[in-house]
């Protein structure tokens, strides 16, 4: 009943924060509804059964509408955007040779869906304020999902199972979605004040719990290599505060000494079978397998230079993968992982695009904590560590899976592109219109 309660909250807290505060808080919303997903949860007899989703996304639609002749971010002058763009210009332009239409129409639908959200929600962002309170939404939003994972535990084969998003039903993508989130809560457990602090603990609490009962592998390794670079970066950062080495190395010892807590031995135990040929019980497939379809994705790129739609390895599968390899009940298998599901679905092209986004995503980042350490904001060039790290997390995880339609990295690029306007392209544009002024201050 709490779950229900918590859900139906939402939208009248949402609307008076969004009213009063800042139109962020409709986005906030959008987050919350997309990992509630009331749809799949215990309760959702409880709840009418309706695209939530779908009437936010109008609301945020008609608002940018009725406000874009006092909108200044211009979305051609982020590069992120620019190939996130593309890569929906992509998969729409391999409609018409499609293997699967009807589920490559529906890939169409979802990513065009996202890269819209993403430009509406990016011309709304006119403040740091609202990045903040879109980025700590997804933290917020994520842990309610770490929290309900808690509330189950294991449920099928010494794992979390079931109660996912409408993209990512599956375990492994949930953990996924979920990974960078735990980043960012420790870039908020690093900067946020001390009674904030407790709050930002509690949820990387949740959050880390929830990966362990899931148990994936690709995602805890994601989030090892995105806090250990968090971690290096803020040790040995330009951008320094008052004893922050000792600092720093304190959260290291901390993250390291809750690791056994939070921890168990099912979850280590396949956590280092990577590597094992293991039988499941339902297929013959293990991470190491992977390497195999990897291989065939890259075989069949030759022949279809441009891809084949969505889930067109799937199809083509049997016709590269080996003879000799074991692939359980069926040998039409995906791909697991995010670049050769890009490389067989839209081609060289769009693996290209997809590469050019993830290096300009970084580039931006970069460029913004050179022009915070110019102007001596330690806060904002911590920030885009935090967001770069968060980043790598994600990048680590869908390594091994196929994710090139999930929300979160919409959601990241999303950040990232509105960290580049407020810090980079905003601060430039008026120091060109003070110079400019001071010009013609000096002509006349």
């Known amino acids: 009943m709490l779950n229900v309660i918590f859900f139906f909250s939402l939208f009248p807290v949402a609307g008076i924060l969004s009213a009063k505060r800042s139109l962020a808080f409709l986005f906030v919303l959008y987050q919350f509804i997309y990992f509630v997903n009331p749809q799949t949860k215990w309760w959702r007899n409880l709840v009418p059964d309706l695209s939530y989703s779908f009437y936010i996304v109008l609301i945020l639609l008609i608002i940018t509408i009725l406000k874009w002749p006092r909108l200044e971010n211009k979305i051609w002058k982020s590069p992120p955007l620019i190939y996130l763009t593309g890569i929906g210009l992509l998969y729409l332009a391999a409609s018409p040779y499609a293997v699967f239409p009807l589920i490559h129409n529906i890939a169409v639908d979802a990513i065009i869906t996202a890269v819209i959200i993403v430009l509406l929600v990016y011309k709304l962002c006119d403040t740091p304020d609202f990045l903040s309170i879109i980025m700590k939404g997804y933290v917020f939003s994520a842990t309610y999902m770490g929290y309900y994972i808690t509330q189950f535990g294991r449920t099928s084969g010494g794992r979390y199972s079931g109660g996912g998003m409408v993209d990512a039903p599956d375990e492994n993508a949930i953990a996924a979605a979920i990974a960078p989130a735990l980043i960012l809560c ?259």
């Open 186 to 444: 420790g870039y908020y457990i690093w900067r946020e004040a001390k009674s904030f602090k407790i709050i930002y603990l509690l949820c990387a609490g949740l959050l880390a719990n929830g990966l362990v009962q899931i148990g994936s592998r690709g995602s805890f390794l994601g989030v090892a290599v995105g806090a250990m670079l968090f971690f290096v970066f803020l040790y040995f950062s330009k951008a320094q505060v008052k004893s922050q080495k000792a600092k720093v190395a304190g959260m290291v010892l901390v993250a390291l000494s809750a690791i056994p807590f939070v921890t168990d031995s099912l979850f280590w135990e396949r956590f280092f079978s990577i590597n094992e040929q293991k039988i499941e019980q339902t297929e013959k497939e293990s991470g190491a397998t992977r390497i195999y379809f990897w291989k065939a994705a890259v075989a069949m790129s030759f022949d279809y230079p441009f891809g084949t739609g969505a889930s067109g390895f799937i199809y083509h599968s049997p016709n590269y993968i080996d003879e000799n390899v074991n692939t359980g009940k069926s040998r039409n298998r995906a791909v697991h992982s995010t670049w050769f599901e890009v490389l067989s679905e839209i081609g060289y092209p769009g693996f290209l695009c997809v590469l050019a986004l993830i290096v300009k995503s970084f580039s931006c980042l970069k460029v913004a904590a050179r022009e915070c350490h110019k102007r001596n904001d330690v806060d904002g060039a911590q920030l885009m560590v935090a967001l770069g790290c968060a980043f790598v997390s994600f990048l680590v995880a869908i390594t091994f899976l196929n994710r090139i339609r999930a929300e979160i990295l919409y959601w990241l690029v999303l950040f990232i592109a509105c960290a580049y306007n407020l810090y980079v392209i905003k601060p430039g544009l008026k120091e060109n219109l003070n110079r400019e002024g001071k010009q013609k201050g000096a002509l006349k």
